[in-house]
Nanobody, 131 residues
């Protein structure tokens, strides 16, 4: 059984960097053909895909946030992480890590707001950006 668990700070100040980690159990993040994503949901809004890292280590980004988003992985710990720089209150959201989408592409980022693109989710972690 695959399980994902997010960890990170609950509160971040504006202009700072948000760092989140997802720990995966039950499946190696290097296992083909899976990809692993960060998805967020701001209050009162729908899901927004932020980035994914594929089993081969290739990253994919939502073009809307690419300039300030970085996704990476630590295969020794079976973890992947998200960094979001220069945060603002608009980055306040519940952040989820999830398995999927299959064969990601930065050109198809709008499709990845569909919950059905992912087959396993973490429980989510609330991040609030406030001074």
């Amino acid at each position: 059984q695959v399980q994902l668990q997010e960890s990170g700070p609950g509160l971040v100040k504006p202009s700072q960097t948000l760092s989140l980690t997802c720990t995966v159990s039950g499946e190696a993040i290097t296992a083909s053909p899976f990809a692993w994503s960060w998805v967020r949901q701001p209050p009162g809004k729908g899901l927004e895909w932020m980035a994914a890292i594929a089993y081969d280590g290739n990253p994919y980004y939502n073009p809307s946030h690419k300039w300030r988003t970085s996704i990476a992985r630590d295969t020794s710990k079976n973890q992947f992480s998200l960094q979001l720089i220069s945060v603002t209150p608009e980055d306040t959201a519940v952040y989820y890590c999830a398995r999927g989408p299959p064969k990601p592409s930065s050109f198809r980022s709008a499709e990845y707001s569909d919950r059905n693109k992912y087959d396993t989710w973490g429980q989510g972690t609330q991040v609030t950006v406030s001074s």
